[in-house]
Each structure stands twice: as C-alpha cells, then as structure tokens.
C-alpha cells in the first residue's frame, strides 16, 4: 500500500528504533526522564522560547494552550479551516470553554487587516477577546506557508489590542524547510508554539509546546489535569530527538515529491489542481470534471494499492512523507490514472 493519506501514517525507521531501543529514561512526571529534559531543553531553545513541555500529541498542545491562554467565556480568533475547529473533537468548548470566532482567511492565511476587522473594544455583552491562534502551515489551506511578515503583523495587530498568540506548528519545520526561514523566527511574536514529531519529522508520537516560564507551569498543571503526563516516555521523546537529527532537511524531499505528484495530476483529465500552489507537502485535488465523488474515487484507488484522502465531496488530498519515495509517486500518479480509466 502507497499511503498518501497522511504524514502520520510514517513507521520509525531501523535507525530510529534502535535509539528508542538504547534511550536513557527516567519518571517524566518527577522530572526525571533525562531524554524528555533534553528534547525540552533543545525544543525551547530551537524555538526561542524559556520553556517547554513534551506532550502525547498536538491537539493536546492546542488544547492546552487554548486553556492556559483563555478563561471560559473568552473569544480565540482562527482561521475557518483551523484543526482547533475541525479535527479536536470540541475540545475548545468541551475544555477551555472558549468560543472560536472565525476568520474567512485565504488558503488558510488571513492579514492583519482582516484581524482589525474582528478586534472591538471591551464591551460587556461580547465574549472577551483573548487570544489569536494561526497554523504553520496551513493544513486545510493546501499545506500553505503563512510569510513571515503577515505572521508579524498579525501578532503585532494582536499584542496591541491585548490578545495572546498561538502558532499550532504541526508542519512548521515544513515551512522552515521550504522557505529557508528559521522556526526561531517564524514563532518570533508568538506566545505560545508547538511542533509535532509524529507527522513529516516521523516519529510514532510525541509534541513539544513552548512558552514563557509561567505559561509552561501552568501548561504543566493542565497536563496532569488531563493525564497528558506520562513515566518512561524518553522512549518516545529518543524518537523525537532523532528526528531533529536526521529527518528534517529532508522534507525537501517530500516538497519535491508533492510538487511532482501535483505536477502529473494537473496532466490527469478530469482532474483539477493548480502546481504552483503547492509549496509543502499536502497536495489537495478537485476531481468534479472527472464524474467521480472525492469518497469513491479513494475507495476505487484503495484497490490499486494507493491510499489518499476525500477532504470534500470533490476534494481529495495526498500527503508526501518519509515513507513514499519518488517511484512510488509515479506509481500513484499510474493508479489515480488506471482508477479513472477502469470508469466509475
Ligand atoms: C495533525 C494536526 C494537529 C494535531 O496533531 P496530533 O499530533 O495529530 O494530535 C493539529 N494541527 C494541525 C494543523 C495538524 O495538522
């Protein structure tokens, strides 16, 4: 099976089990696991922040931030595709107990402009505006990389009016990499930034969120309070750490492979998609002209051993990632071919 269906669907290398295999660990909840301390350590630091936390996952990074950031009641302003809406499980609402107000960003980007736009006075009969949170990049927006300087204005407009920031950083090492921008400076302006390592960067879980001293502390007792806090997770956060050594320069890799898979569906009839969109790894398809939905075309492509994703009723999205290599691209591009010729 080609998996194109997600970044997350990467298993750990040889080379990566055998550092899970040999890595030092200790109680994470006292502190004590030597391998969490110093993927933390190297995580703040890489992320230019004076503090951070490994947790199981990024949703629990969102999730915790929202509620270390916000009272219940309060407003976090995203964009409409945002994964804090989507894909938490109303998690926001369920656990913060913040409202979301949504903005009709572009590819899941919006300007400071469209900020200002949203921003009101204190008034007493509105939730109160309380923190702005983005995505690096944007997932629903096509893998989109949010420019530096729309990130820095958007904070800027932000801080000004009294709100935190969050950076849900996902696939931010995608943008650092496609960009040639560092992920110190794209979390510059942000209160708060998690990166995930069980995505592009292939590790089986694990999520660092970074902050100020007092946010991390507070994050600290939200981890407990939601049994984010875990024993010998060194195990885990080896992984993580290997990861930063050996798997981010190559999601170029996984740029150059989704461009060329973008590139052979433009050449697809029936298949809509615009190449020069994609900048990272998530490639998102219209397949309406072709007469097929989203879900059958998967469903039919599942049978010449290729997994994508129906994101739409005629939206389909592929994922490049460590475990799909160039000829395995073409081999996809061969199948989405023979799924359409074999008719629907
Ligand atoms: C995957 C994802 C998350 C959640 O991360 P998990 O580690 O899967 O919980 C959050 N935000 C975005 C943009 C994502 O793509």
């Known amino acids: 099976m080609i998996d194109l269906f997600s970044d997350t669907k990467t298993r750990p290398t040889a080379a990566m089990r055998q550092i899970m295999a040999n890595a030092e660990v200790g109680d994470e909840r006292a502190n004590e696991d030597p391998s969490v ?14 503090a951070a936390l490994y947790l199981p996952s990024g949703t629990m990074c969102n999730e915790i931030a929202l509620a270390v950031h916000c009272k219940p009641g309060d407003e ?3 964009d409409a595709t945002a994964h ?17 107000n949504p903005v009709a960003g572009t590819r899941g980007i919006f300007s400071a402009a469209q900020l200002r736009e949203k921003l009101h006075s204190d008034r007493p009969y509105a ?27 958007v904070s800027k407009v932000a801080h000004a009016a009294g709100l935190a920031t969050h950076m849900d950083g996902a696939r931010l090492f995608n943008a ?17 930034v998690w990166i995930d390592f069980s995505k592009g960067l292939g590790a089986p879980g694990g999520a660092v969120l970074a902050g100020s001293r007092e946010f991390i502390a507070e ?15 060194g195990i885990i956060a080896a992984a993580c750490e290997y990861a930063l050594d050996h798997h981010i320069a190559r999601l170029a890799d996984d740029h150059s492979n989704a461009k060329r898979l973008a590139g052979g569906i433009a050449q697809i009839d029936g298949l809509r998609i615009d190449p020069t969109l994609v900048e990272t790894n998530l490639v998102y398809f219209d397949v309406a002209a072709s007469g097929w939905n989203a879900e059958k075309l998967c469903a039919a492509l599942s ?29 996809a591009l061969a199948a989405l071919r023979d799924a359409l010729n074999a008719g629907v």
């Open 37 to 50: 301390n110093r993927l933390v350590a190297r995580c703040a630091t890489l992320l230019g922040k004076d």
């Open 76 to 78: 976090v302003i995203c």
């Open 84 to 100: 804090v809406i989507g894909f938490e499980g109303g998690g926001p609402a369920a656990l913060a107990g913040v409202m979301l």
């Open 127 to 153: 939730p109160r505006q309380r923190l702005i949170e983005v995505e690096q990049t944007a997932n629903l927006g096509g893998g989109a990389i949010w420019p530096l300087s729309t990130l820095q204005e």
């Open 176 to 192: 650092s990499v496609a960009s040639g921008i560092a992920v110190v400076d794209y979390a510059h302006g942000f209160d708060s």
């Open 219 to 233: 994050a600290q007792r939200w981890q407990f309070r939601i049994g984010g806090a875990m024993r010998q997770s």
């Open 303 to 331: 049978g010449h051993k290729v997994r994508m994703g129906a994101m739409g009723t005629h939206t389909i999205r592929a994922v490049t990632h460590l475990d799909v290599d160039r000829a395995r691209i073409d081999m």
